[in-house]
């Protein structure tokens, strides 16, 4: 439970687009004892505030069924570090639509927990309590940041590490907040961890889907499954080259994007399966993974990337 006396530093953002709900919710936050609470009434509002406020919220509470634009874009654009100073802030999710589809959205944008509405006042501070206890540790893939959510026991051990990522939540409710600079440095060390861990997911994601691509043409692959590898590739590219600017490996910058403008082409021209082009994609995808994992060999990287491909088809083989 969070200590009455912490509740009003903790800073809220509520973003609910049902007028009656959003001042039902704000007064029950209230009740509770918080009372640094903004809210405002679509994504789009939400979005600027998160880009003009100095000081970062601690939570921010979020209608998924927002239709101004995507919420669940919004929360992975905060964890994929594009929008605001703290890409790590607690973020629950609300929603009225309990579909498969609706949730697995959710959970798929890195948000940290989900209420269905009708919400009351015990579930929003049971799920705040959970979150200042018990916070998942985040992971990181080549389309996912946020908190550990794997549950397939089919799929084995994992070498994906965990990282524990600074929780202004918790710190706030144990009565113990950061000073400024020292939470601004305590997510720049986090982040710059998130990055380099991106950075070598990035290159296992373009290696494994060029092996793909090369692997099953012809045979396995028609040009629509080439065509789906082709655009993740150029998606993960894009990303990869973001993350080495002004790093050490921005020397690979050239290389990747060499490979990226490859997959561009080989889509926007319709030829995902020409042969000179797929003996172009595994060589420039494994000097990438070469180049961003230098403490191991070619040989080990190219073993990891093709058991990953082996995996892979036999899990869509079993269905």
Avoid: W
């Avoid at 919420?71 to 009225?96: A, E, Q, W």
């Amino acid at each position: 439970m969070i200590a009455k006396a912490y509740r009003p530093k903790i800073g809220i953002l509520m973003g609910e687009g049902n007028l009656s709900v959003r001042i039902a919710l704000r007064s029950l936050l209230q009740a509770e004892g918080f009372s640094s609470i903004v809210d405002v009434p679509d994504v789009k509002n939400l979005r600027v505030m998160l880009e003009e406020r100095r000081e970062p919220p601690d939570v921010v509470i979020l209608d998924a069924d927002l239709e101004d634009d995507n919420p669940c874009d919004l929360v992975r654009s905060i964890r994929h570090g594009k929008l605001g100073s703290n890409p790590f802030l607690t973020i629950v999710m609300t929603t009225s639509i309990a579909s498969n589809e609706r949730v697995r959205a959710i959970v798929e944008s890195g948000a940290d927990g989900l209420l269905l509405k009708p919400i009351s006042p015990a579930a929003v501070m049971e799920r705040l309590a959970g979150l200042v206890r018990q916070r998942k540790p985040f992971i990181v893939t080549s389309a996912y940041i946020g908190p550990d959510r794997r549950k397939d026991p089919g799929r084995g051990p994992s070498s994906i590490p965990l990282f524990d990522v600074p929780n202004t939540l918790r710190a706030k409710a144990e009565g113990r907040p950061a000073k400024p600079e020292e939470l601004e440095q305590t997510i720049a060390r986090a982040q710059k961890a998130i990055d380099e861990e991106k950075r070598r997911r990035d290159a296992f994601q373009i290696t494994f889907l060029a092996g793909l691509i090369v692997s099953g043409t012809p045979g396995l692959n028609d040009d629509d499954t080439n065509r789906d590898y082709l655009e993740s590739m150029v998606d993960a590219c894009a990303d990869l080259l973001e993350r080495i600017s002004d790093t050490p490996f921005a020397k690979l910058a050239e290389i990747c994007t060499e490979l990226r403008n490859l997959a561009q082409r080989m889509v926007s021209t319709g030829r995902v399966s020409e042969p000179q082009a797929l003996r172009m994609l595994r060589p420039m995808s494994d000097a990438l993974m070469v180049g961003l994992n230098p403490g191991s060999t070619p040989a080990e990287l190219s073993d990891q990337v093709n058991a990953a491909i082996r995996g892979y088809r036999e899990r869509m083989r079993a269905g």
